[in-house]
C-alpha cells in the first residue's frame, strides 16, 4: 500500500517566492496534519484537517502560510511570500479519524525547504 | 514554554545494554502518549503507544513507562541494537483520536556496535 506521499521532497527558492507543498494521504483516511520540523523547535503542528475541513489553524506562523484540502486525496500548504526562516522540513502525515485507538500518524518522507 | 520536553538531546548507548529515553510534560490534560521513530531523510514512524490508564506498555524490545503524578514517561529499548540508532520524539494529547498531539524537540540515539 502506498504511503503519505508528499512533493516535493526538495525545494529551493528565493525570499519572496511563492512555495506550494503537496501531499496525497493514505486512502481511506479522514484526518490530515502538517508539520514543520526546525532544529530550534522540533516538530510544530501548523494545521490539521478531518473530513476535509481544517479544524484547528492555530498553529500556521502567520497570514503568509495557507493551507487547502479540496479533496479527501489531496492538500496544499503554501507559503507567500516566503522568507529564509520559513526553511525547514514540513511534514504531512495522515490517520483514520475515529477508532484511532493508537493514535498513530503515517507520515509523508517530508519536503524540505530552502529560502535563501 | 514547551509542553513536552525531552531534556537530552543526545544519548549513546553500547550495543546489547539498554537505552532509556526520558520525556517530560507539563500539561497535565494531556493522556495518551506516542513515541516515534525518525531515520535521517524520512518521515518519523509510530513505535509505541501508552494512554494514562496503563502505566506501562511493552512491545518486544520497546517498554514505555508512565507516571503521571510526575509526568514524566520514558522509553526502554533492551537490549539495544545499532538499528535503533535514530531520533525518537515523545508526543502527547488530551486525545487518543491523534487531533492534535503535541511533539518533544527528539532525542538523537545512537548504538555503538
Known amino acids: 500500500d502506498a504511503g503519505v506521499i508528499q512533493s516535493p521532497r526538495h525545494e529551493v527558492t528565493e525570499m519572496g517566492q511563492e512555495v506550494t507543498l503537496r501531499c496525497k494521504p493514505i486512502s481511506g483516511h479522514n484526518s490530515l496534519f502538517w508539520y514543520r520540523q526546525t532544529m530550534m523547535r522540533g516538530l510544530e503542528l501548523l494545521i490539521y484537517f478531518n473530513n476535509n475541513v481544517p479544524i484547528d489553524d492555530s498553529g500556521m506562523p502567520e497570514d503568509r502560510f495557507s493551507a487547502k484540502m479540496p479533496n479527501a486525496s489531496f492538500s496544499t500548504l503554501k507559503i507567500q511570500p516566503s522568507e529564509p526562516r520559513d526553511s525547514a522540513v514540513y511534514f504531512c502525515?495522515?490517520?483514520?479519524?475515529?477508532?484511532?485507538?493508537?493514535?498513530?500518524?503515517?507520515f509523508g518522507e517530508g519536503s524540505r525547504l530552502t529560502v535563501l | 514554554d514547551q509542553q513536552v520536553k525531552q531534556n537530552s538531546p543526545s544519548l549513546s548507548v553500547q550495543e546489547g545494554r539498554i537505552s532509556i529515553l526520558n520525556c517530560d510534560y507539563t500539561?497535565?490534560?494531556?493522556?495518551?502518549f506516542l513515541w516515534y521513530k525518525k531515520y535521517p531523510a524520512e518521515g518519523p514512524t509510530f513505535l509505541i503507544s501508552?494512554?494514562?490508564?496503563?502505566d506501562k506498555n511493552e512491545d518486544g524490545r520497546f517498554t514505555v513507562f508512565l507516571n503521571k503524578s510526575a509526568k514524566h514517561l520514558s522509553l526502554h529499548i533492551v537490549p539495544s541494537q545499532p538499528g535503533d540508532s535514530a531520533v525518537y520524539f515523545c508526543?502527547?494529547?488530551?486525545?487518543?483520536?491523534?487531533?492534535?498531539?503535541?511533539f518533544g524537540p527528539g532525542t538523537r540515539l545512537s548504538v555503538l556496535p
Open positions: 508526543a502527547a494529547s488530551e486525545d487518543n483520536y491523534g487531533q492534535n498531539f503535541v
Open positions: 502525515a495522515s490517520s483514520p479519524l475515529a477508532g484511532a485507538f493508537t493514535g498513530e500518524l503515517f
Open positions: 500539561n497535565s490534560m494531556f493522556d495518551y
Open positions: 501508552i494512554s494514562s490508564i496503563k
